[in-house]
């Protein structure tokens, strides 16, 4: 009988440790809980560093984000001939505000990704991407997402690293595996 109870007590633990308990359990237990709870978030503000990579030219961009419900505001810091550029993205659209100053914003890719709406491709990915794997790096959780129509390597896959408190540190967009976007976030927070 005290055996009987020792194994039960030991499966028990084992049970709770997997299902949530110090280290949250899996890194795929740890994903679905981030996902769950980046899709009952409204939005989420941060500053970016946004590295765009068009092959011939590289550009990088210190942004500040802000994403309410459907509507995503970069004002850009850096560099600053254009910093004060404003752009806003709802419904599909993108507009830029600013005194007659261009801001480079062409596609990185022929599915539309742009310097301008990589932050709303990476936060769509955290929220709904086709999780193809994810692992951790130290206390960090990493997430790679893809079309899981498309072969790996194949197609868009953007990578996503969490810090422990589920905060976004980092994303990445590659395109038929050359990354073309890379954005490193400071002071991520979810609203």
Not at 122 to 133: H, K, N, V, Y
């Amino acid at each position: 009988m005290r055996r009987a109870c020792m194994v039960c007590v030991l499966m028990i633990s084992l049970l709770l440790t997997a299902c949530g308990g110090k280290g949250n359990g899996t890194p795929m237990d740890r994903a679905l809980m981030l996902r769950g709870t980046y899709l009952s978030a409204d939005g989420c503000t941060a500053r970016m560093q946004v590295t765009a990579d068009y092959g011939q030219r590289v550009y990088t961009y210190a942004i500040d984000a802000q994403v309410v419900g459907g509507e995503t505001v970069l004002t850009v810091r850096e560099p600053s001939e254009i910093a004060g550029i404003t752009a806003r993205l709802r419904d599909g659209e993108s507009f830029l505000e600013y005194d007659g100053a261009v801001l480079e914003t062409g596609p990185l890719a022929e599915d539309g990704l742009t310097p301008i709406s990589a932050a709303a491709a990476l936060l769509e990915a955290a929220r709904s991407g086709f999780i193809d794997s994810c692992g951790t790096e130290g206390e960090n959780l990493y997430i790679l997402c893809r079309d899981p129509a498309d072969p790996p390597g194949a197609g868009r896959q953007i990578g996503l690293w969490f810090g422990p408190d589920g905060g976004l540190l980092r994303g990445e967009a590659a395109v038929d595996g050359r990354r073309v976007i890379c954005c490193e976030f400071e002071n991520f927070t979810l609203n």
